[in-house]
């Protein structure tokens, strides 16, 4: 191995583990107003404000199918369904805004939005 070779190597996982810190910790992800929206073949169904304290079951009947979407801990998972891959059911729970959940045979997709409120006022500049 030559010099160059070692010293690319070490640029490279110096890079990789800049990028992994910046994932971890340099985000803000500090939102307010977190709200889970469940649409159904591409119409909002309802929103959810997700807060702490939430504990609570939807029940989705359409004619394509059934849905249960559990909504607790400021997140939302999808813990039923009846199609046939129950791929939506194994996505786990999610958090954060921007994440969906998306339940193809049944056309129904859970998506998390997040405002953040501006720091900025009209005194500040």
Known sequence: MKKLDGIIIIVVLLVSLLGFLYLQYGRDND??????????????????????????????????????????????????????????????????????????PNKVVVEIKGEKESTIDDTSY
């Open 31 to 104: 939102f307010n107003n977190k709200k889970a929206e469940i649409y159904i073949d591409g119409e909002l169904y309802n929103s959810y404000e997700l807060t702490e304290d939430i504990d609570e079951e939807v029940v989705i009947n359409t004619e394509l199918g059934t849905n249960i979407i559990k909504l607790y801990n400021n997140g939302v998972n999808i813990i039923d369904a009846d199609c046939p891959d129950k791929y939506c059911v194994s996505d786990g729970f999610i958090n954060e805004p921007g994440e969906m959940l998306v339940c193809l």
